[in-house]
């Protein structure tokens, strides 16, 4: 099956500092998706991506959909505490969302 | 707008037995989704409901079934429990037009614990 290579699995920083997180596959992806989980919460979707290229925002956070269609980043500035959870990425193929790949996450824990 | 949600959110349990949770979509969304999220394996997928078909599976055994009803709720049900069935079990829900399905949008799950 295919695989999401995200990386790094955890992270612990000060408050404040920026952040860096990214997923790369050997397949390409038509759809790079990122999502948070807080504790004994379901994912909440950050920021969808769905053009080579594309880069968005959504506050603090910016992602970028990799030329390649093969990768994708997370960045997230000026860190918060509340910015502790786990950001997953999820790349699709197709329009279909059981062909959905997700990566294995990220932890984030920041210090305040 | 009320977004996923689910029922029970906490469930224990003994090994052998039958488990059913439940799921109601956000309004409008007709397709349903459930992942099992285990410690350490991430999001898999189980199963997807649209239009009160089920449309696909994943690599689970049989025991793990479903449907959806005419309201677009869905349930799962977990036959013959194993100790490894223990996980947070993620129902999400999204539009799908013209084969093309929009992002998927995740209750806060259903804990099960088999024991």
């Not at chain 1, 997953?88 to 790949?101: D, E, H, I, P």
């Not at chain 2, 993620?90 to 088999?114: D, I, K, M, W």
């Amino acid at each position: 099956g295919q695989q999401l290579n995200q990386s790094p699995q955890s992270m612990f920083i000060q408050e404040g500092e920026d952040v860096s997180m990214n997923c790369t596959s050997s397949s390409i992806f038509n759809t790079w998706l990122w999502y948070k989980q807080d504790p004994g919460e379901g994912p909440v979707l950050l920021i969808a991506l769905y053009k080579a290229g594309e880069l968005t925002s959504n506050g603090r956070l910016t992602a970028q959909f990799g030329i390649t269609r093969k990768d994708s980043f997370l960045n997230i500035s000026a860190s918060i505490p509340s910015d502790v959870g786990i950001y997953f990425c999820a790349g699709q193929k197709g329009g279909s969302n059981y062909k959905l790949t997700f990566g294995k996450g990220t932890l984030l824990t920041v210090n305040p | 707008e009320a977004g996923v949600t689910q029922s029970p959110t906490h469930l224990i349990k003994t090994r052998g037995q039958q488990v059913t949770l439940r799921c109601s979509p956000i309004s409008g969304h007709t397709s349903v989704y459930w992942y099992q999220q285990a410690l350490g394996l991430g999001l898999q997928f189980l199963l997807w409901y649209d239009e009160g078909e089920e449309r696909n599976r994943g690599n689970f055994p049989p025991r793990f079934s479903g449907r959806q009803f005419p309201n677009y709720s869905s349930e799962l049900n977990v036959n013959a429990l194993e100790l490894e069935d223990s996980a947070l079990y993620l129902c999400a829900s999204s539009l799908t037009l013209g084969g093309y399905n929009s992002p998927l949008h995740f209750g806060n799950g259903t804990r099960l614990t088999v024991t």
